[in-house]
């Protein structure tokens, strides 16, 4: 027991490398901020263009884009996942139906696994015979080697969807608060957008080794440049139409 408790002492705890669910979100609702406020910064610029800011133009802007923006994540996503999950359950049904006409040989095949990382041959036979008298974990076995997922852990197609329309939308309505908030100037949604970037940039760091004010700068400076450059656009477009 002491061995045992020492040996837990030591270990080192690891990051999760995948960023589990808080990089999805926070990428999500990233993605909702930089597009939205680009999009409303670039109808400000248009609208300046041609003699003065359109609050109206800017508000229906950022509305219709933060909802064409979500349902598109959430479909997008749900198909991505959908034919993700519907192709993995395929090749696990496949599994199944070879394990069960040639049972001996998965045996074998899985035993060759365990062999090809430096079990012995005998220990690699035995465990992979005793394994097979199970047959849930014998198949999740086969198919985590083979193709790196179980039949228990398929991803969810809806609750992708879901979670990123509602990603998308807390990113979204950032530049879109000081409007619904009564301002009328652009300069409003400016400041807590840029705000807004350099936040999401610091929670990043959480799922990266970078400081969290080296995150936060460059997703800044991403964010803005791209904001920027919309404007630009718009000033330019407005101006010739």
């Known amino acids: 027991m002491t061995t045992g408790k020492k ?62 923006g979500a349902f598109s994540m959430a479909a997008g996503e749900y198909t991505s996942v959908a034919s993700q999950a519907e192709l993995a359950q395929a090749e696990i049904d496949l599994e199944r139906k070879e394990i069960a006409e040639d ?26 015979e005793e394994l097979s008298k199970n047959e849930d974990y014998f198949l999740n076995a086969h198919t985590s080697e083979e193709f790196g997922v179980t039949q228990h852990d398929l991803p969810s197609a809806n609750l992708a969807a879901v979670s990123s329309f509602l ?11 000081p409007y619904m908030l009564g301002q009328t100037e652009i300069t409003y949604s400016l400041i807590l957008s840029l705000t807004g970037l350099f936040a999401a940039g610091s929670v990043v760091s959480l799922v990266t080794t970078r400081t969290w004010w080296y995150s936060g700068l460059r997703q800044l400076f991403i964010g803005s440049g791209a904001a920027g450059f919309t404007w630009l656009l718009g000033s330019v477009i407005g101006a010739a139409l």
């Open 7 to 68: 040996i837990l002492d030591i270990e080192t705890i690891h990051r999760n490398v995948n960023g589990g669910w808080l990089r999805p979100a926070v990428f999500g609702a990233m993605d909702g901020l930089v597009s939205n406020f680009a999009l409303m910064i670039g109808v400000a610029g248009g609208s300046q263009a041609v003699g003065a800011e359109n609050t109206t133009a800017i508000v229906l802007a950022g509305f219709a884009g933060l909802l064409a």
């Open 103 to 128: 049972l001996e040989l998965e045996i074998k095949e899985l035993a060759k696994v365990w062999i090809n990382r430096g079990v012995s041959e005998d220990v690699a036979n035995k465990f992979s």
């Open 167 to 177: 990603a998308f939308s807390v990113g979204a309505i950032i530049p879109l608060l």
